[in-house]
């Protein structure tokens, strides 16, 4: 967040999936997310290495920040 590379690689070439969760991890915090959970699904799924979970005190809390997130992504 705040000009850095939101999509970055590690030194092999390969996607940074680490800094992705901890982008949105950081990103849900720095909204007020509540009971922010992240779920390492690593060698689990071909679909998802990580879900991360979040909850909010109302729905225009969650929308929010869900709307905060898909800006700070794009």
Known sequence: IGGHPILTHNDTGTFDVAALKDLIQKSLDDD????????????QTALADYI???????SRHITSMAEKLCERLS
């Open 52 to 58: 991360v979970v979040a909850s909010g005190t109302s």
């Open 32 to 43: 007020k997310g509540q009971d922010i959970q992240v779920i390492d699904l690593s060698g």
